[in-house]
T-cell receptor, first 115, second 112 residues
């Protein structure tokens, strides 16, 4: 299995809603990442998990809350989002945070629209 | 500060013509280099990567890239493009110190 699977593919939520994005990989990768991508822009790093522990938080607002229940799963909990948070949210994995010579494997993303 | 530059934000090219997408980066110290492609409403897919060895790297879908250490460049080429190559292309660099940077992207549009 060489894929990163993200669900849902599309999500529309109101500013008072709580929702979660899910990511799963079965490649044995020990590092997992959340990226945010606006249209025609490169991905922006949000969070990095290494061996199921949060190792990097790129000053992301607290309305985004990551969770890594096990080595294969990564969640992103969303609460009280703003319309400017509308974007494509990408999950990625790599062999390790200190072992990224193989590059990242990306999921297909969740297209989030906040109304 | 480290940086990755893709000077061409948009590249239109006719079908079956050759194309080169340019990528320059800020440091000649040991780096690993990548090109990713993103089709509309999709995630990023690794096209090719340079880690060491031959400076000419071949990837998927007929793409290749050449590592030029003296010019700190890693340009992507394809001798004959297809409509299906229309996508966003991102150059990325893993610098010494484990810093990973994406370029700003190049939108390739193949014209029939």
């Amino acid at each position: 299995d060489t894929e990163v699977t993200q669900t849902p593919k599309h999500l529309v939520m109101g500013m008072t809603n709580k929702k979660s994005l899910k990511c799963e990989q079965h490649m044995g990768h020990r590092a997992m990442y959340w990226y945010k991508q606006k249209a025609k822009k490169p991905p922006e790093l949000m969070f990095v998990y290494s061996y199921e522990k949060l190792s990097i938080n790129e000053s992301v607002p607290s309305r985004f809350s990551p969770e890594c229940p096990n080595s294969s799963l990564l969640n992103l909990h969303l609460h009280a989002l703003q319309p400017e948070d509308s974007a494509l949210y990408l999950c990625a994995s790599s062999q390790g945070v200190s072992d990224r010579e193989g590059g990242y494997t990306f999921g297909s993303g969740t297209r989030l629209t906040v109304v | 500060a480290q940086s990755v530059t893709q000077l061409d934000s948009q590249v239109p090219v006719f079908e079956e013509a050759p194309v080169e997408l340019r990528c320059n980066y800020s440091s000649s110290v040991s780096v690993y280099l990548f090109w990713y492609v993103q089709y509309p409403n999709q995630g990023l897919q690794l096209l090719l990567k340079y880690l060491s060895g031959s400076t000419l790297v071949k990837g998927i879908n007929g793409f290749e890239a050449e590592f030029n250490k003296s010019q700190t460049s890693f340009h992507l080429r394809k001798p004959s493009v297809h409509i299906s190559d229309t996508a966003e292309y991102f150059c990325a660099v893993l610098f010494r110190g484990n810093q990973f940077y994406f370029g700003t992207g190049t939108s390739l549009t193949v014209i029939p």
